[in-house]
């Protein structure tokens, strides 16, 4: 069978925003020796058509499939495959030389010929803390272009805290906010930038926030592709949380937000205790209390500068420049 000289397709569990789906955007700006597809398994009516929009601007061909088969692989006829976190598709990556990235989530049915890991958390542990034993020979993480992220310097005199993540996964901290704009409340000086959903798991959190905004100032980040990055430029700190049960194996929101020069209160747990320093560049929480204390100690301006230039610097190790002849050498080695 003839295949379509160097197609390499991209196939991603859902179009929900995700580590994953940034992550085929830049690199299909590094790897231009190959054409990039990206495949999504069934056209969710409820998407946000700027995630096409921005995947076809970037020259990536968006395709969509009723069931991701092997016979729907074949039929791309494509040289090669990298499979991002999906599960339950078996035989998947045995059509062509294929690339599991695994990123929380690993499922061996899928027979890839390769397993690349996006930290060595990752290596050791998915999103639910359950074991893994995965190869370190490839750790690479879905890197980001640290560099354009640099120069965003914040205009806005009021201090602002930001709490940007997403819903993907399962792993939006609904607990955490809640009791977080409990202990906020006697903040009046803070203004709380938070990712706003269409919905929550926990019946209480629109609620507390519903009433967290009679007394404060509260701003809705929308969940669309690219607002994340606006608002985190826009913040003094960023925080970072997860669901209660969500162990995150790794964060482009927080590599961005160092990029930015900003500090990052982070939970400590997942990746984030193995890849950052504490009271360095990054301050990590146990609990809520923790978190707000740092809120507040960050209002100091040298305290602020100090971690958030360290945390640019160290954002800088994580700069897709660094990686993704990483990914062009695991495609080499499965022929690709």
Known sequence: MIKLNNKLLHILPSTQISSDLLFVIDLSKELTEYNHYVIFEKLDPQMDMDTVWLLQSVGINVLFADVLTPEVIEKEQASGVIIYNLEGHTDLGSVCPSIYYSCGVYDEVSKCK?????????????????????????????????????????????????????????????????????????????????????????????????????????????????????????????????????????????????????????????????????????????????AVEYINKLKDKTLRSSIGLNGQLRSSWEDISLHSGKMKKALRMIGV
């Open 114 to 290: 390769m397993t690349v890991a996006a930290s060595d958390y990752a290596c050791i542990y998915d999103c639910k803390g359950r074991p893994l034993n995965l190869n370190k020979e490839f750790v690479i993480p879905p890197a980001i272009n640290t560099r354009v992220l640099r120069y965003y310097n914040k205009q806005d005199p009021n201090f602002t805290v930001g709490l940007i993540t997403s819903g993907a996964r399962d792993k939006y901290p609904c607990e955490f906010i809640i009791e977080l704009l409990s202990k906020l409340d006697k903040s009046k000086d803070v203004i709380l930038g938070l990712t706003i959903l269409d919905k929550y798991k926990h019946p209480g959190t629109q609620l507390a926030i519903d009433e967290y905004s009679k007394t404060n100032k509260l701003i809705r980040c929308s969940h669309k592709i690219t607002a994340g990055l606006y608002y985190i430029s826009h913040c003094d700190v960023v925080i970072y949380a997860t669901a209660n049960n969500y162990y995150e194996p790794y964060s482009r929101t927080v590599v961005e937000a160092m990029a930015f020069g900003r500090p990052v209160i982070c939970e400590n747990r997942g990746c984030f205790p193995t890849l950052f320093e504490h009271n360095n560049n990054i301050l990590l929480f146990n609990m809520v209390d923790e």
